[in-house]
């Protein structure tokens, strides 16, 4: 389940075989955090994008996880779902011994927005 409800919607989620991922999102430009993040210039917040990453993982592996440990986070474009709602993401998973390792791409047209790595581990009550 989402942490943020309403927040995007999943057009679609392909798995491949090579435990890879594609995912195509559509983000909700009425959200109610567009309008503090920031007022009359809405910027995608870079926890949620990584939110969203953890929840597709959740998703490929079919259980719950949390982050252990981000190797490397670079924002590269802002995400201003008034201009840019579609959202396309590009997932690589390598299962480790101290957790599932995620490595992703999150595009919007012909550029890239953030890449990501680290390594998830399963979520414990």
């Avoid at 009425?30 to 969203?52: E, L, N």
């Avoid at 474009?77 to 997932?91: G, V």
Wanted: charged share 20%; aromatic share 10%.
């Amino acid at each position: 389940m989402p942490l943020l409800k309403d927040f995007y919607t999943i057009l679609s989620f392909e798995k491949a075989p090579d435990n890879t991922a594609k995912a195509s999102l559509r983000l909700n430009k009425d959200h109610p955090v567009f309008a503090g993040h920031f007022p009359g210039q809405p910027v995608t917040p870079g926890v949620c994008m990584m939110q969203i990453i953890k929840e597709l993982g959740e998703k490929w592996a079919g259980m719950p996880l949390q982050l252990r440990t981000a190797r490397n986070v670079k924002f590269m474009a802002i995400i201003n779902p008034f201009e840019t709602s579609d959202i396309d993401l590009t997932l690589q998973f390598e299962e480790l011994e101290e957790g599932l390792s995620i490595k992703s791409t999150t595009t919007f047209a012909e550029t890239t927005a953030l890449k990501f790595s680290g390594v998830f581990q399963k979520k414990t009550p």
